[in-house]
Every structure is written in structure tokens, then in C-alpha cells.
């Protein structure tokens, strides 16, 4: 498969175990946010996103946490499965017609 | 499968050369994005297209440019290619053209330049 990135930060998890990827953003204002999952040789896929009235949304084995305070992002994975291994992005959005942004992304390696 | 079509998938030209790429959203989507993604530079935002008008630039070379045509499909087009453009090129599409909805990635255009 094709590598996205040769200076990711990797985390590796254990199947079964619960992953924690985490995401500083950048700009105060940006009001929506995502994390999207790529897998080798595809383009990045949509996983969940919160809008900044928020502090938590939940979805199916995914919950993300976001803490404006220190413009924090994070992605927990729960029971981490060999098909969660791909790279993650975080992306912010201040609103409007304006730019999305991505982080530089994290690898999960999940162990079986 | 996101519903979003690039073209060709891959291509390999030289230096100098002109090539262009190709997006089709998906169905109803009026807007259209698109990514530089090199290996050390992550995901770059370069362009937003909404029903046929740029909406949003990122940092995209003036060597590059890009236009939506009426059917809503796109092209980015890039001119006197350097090594440094090698780099995979994605498009996304999305509903609405705000950036706070959900976008859908194709599969990428991966360019070599040789």
C-alpha cells in the first residue's frame, strides 16, 4: 500500500484494547470539527465530527472529546479491531466559506 | 465507495509538462474541494469550488488552477510540473459549500514527476 506520511506519530494498541488519538488545533475560532480515517491507498473517510457547543459526541465505537479551553481534539476507539489500523486526521473548519484544516495525522497500528 | 470519481487514478509525466485532473462530485453535491497530499506534508488544502464559483483558496501554486463547470464536475489543472509536485491529489465533494458538513474523499490521482 501506498504510506501517506514517513514521519507520523504512531500509536500501537493491542486488539481489543481502547485507542485514544489525540489532536491540538490551531485557531480559536474554528467552530466544527472532524476526524476522518486513511486507509492505505484510499482517500480519507468521515468517522465523526462535533460542532463547538459541544464537548462530547458519541458514536458507533468512536467518541469524540473536544476541550476548547486548551483547543484540544480527541478520538477514542473502543475495542480497537486489526480493520481500525490507518492513519487518523483531525480537521477544524472556523466556519463559514473558509478553509478546512487537517492535522498532520496519527498512525494506528492495532497488534493482533 | 465515497461516490466521488477522480481521474485517472495514475499518472506519470516530466518536468515541464501540463496534465490535468478530474473530479466528479457526488450526486447532489454542489461543492467541491481540493487536497495536496505529499508524504511530508500531510493534507494541504488547495481549492473550493460552489456551484461553479471559487469559494475558498488555500496555497495553491499560481502554477495551478482549477474550475467547476456546470454539470458540476471539476478539473485542477497544473502547469510546468517540478519534481516536487509528485504528490497524491484529492478531490472531495459535500452538500453545502460552508466546510461544516461532512466531505467525501475519492480515491486520489497519485502524479509522478519524472
Known amino acids: 500500500g501506498e504510506s501517506v506520511g514517513l514521519h507520523l506519530p504512531t500509536l500501537s494498541v493491542q486488539e481489543g484494547d481502547n485507542s485514544i488519538i489525540n489532536c491540538a488545533y490551531s485557531?480559536?475560532?474554528?467552530?466544527?470539527f472532524i476526524w476522518y480515517k486513511q486507509e492505505s491507498g484510499k482517500g480519507p473517510q468521515f468517522i465523526i465530527d462535533i460542532r463547538s457547543n459541544m464537548d462530547k459526541r458519541q458514536g458507533q465505537r468512536v467518541t469524540v472529546l473536544l476541550n476548547k479551553t486548551v483547543k484540544h481534539l480527541s478520538l477514542q476507539i473502543a475495542a480497537t479491531q486489526p480493520g481500525d489500523s490507518a492513519v487518523y486526521f483531525c480537521a477544524e473548519n472556523p466556519g463559514g466559506y473558509q478553509k478546512v484544516t487537517f492535522g498532520t495525522g496519527t498512525k494506528l497500528q492495532v497488534i493482533p | 465507495d465515497s461516490g466521488v470519481t477522480q481521474t485517472p487514478k495514475h499518472l506519470i509525466t516530466a518536468t515541464g509538462q501540463r496534465v490535468t485532473l478530474r473530479c466528479s462530485p457526488r450526486?447532489?453535491?454542489?461543492?467541491v474541494y481540493w487536497y495536496q497530499q505529499s508524504l511530508d506534508q500531510g493534507l494541504q488544502f488547495l481549492i473550493q469550488?460552489?456551484?461553479?464559483?471559487?469559494?475558498a483558496k488555500g496555497n495553491i501554486l499560481e502554477r495551478f488552477s482549477a474550475q467547476q463547470f456546470p454539470d458540476l464536475h471539476s478539473e485542477l489543472n497544473l502547469s510546468s510540473l517540478e519534481l516536487g509536485d509528485s504528490a497524491l491529489y484529492f478531490c472531495?465533494?459535500?452538500?453545502?459549500?460552508?466546510?461544516?458538513?461532512?466531505?467525501?474523499f475519492g480515491q486520489g490521482t497519485r502524479l509522478t514527476v519524472v
Open positions: 450526486s447532489g453535491d454542489l461543492s
Open positions: 485557531n480559536s475560532a474554528s467552530d466544527y
Open positions: 472531495a465533494s459535500s452538500v453545502v459549500g460552508t466546510g461544516d458538513t461532512e466531505a467525501f
Open positions: 469550488y460552489y456551484n461553479g464559483e471559487e469559494r
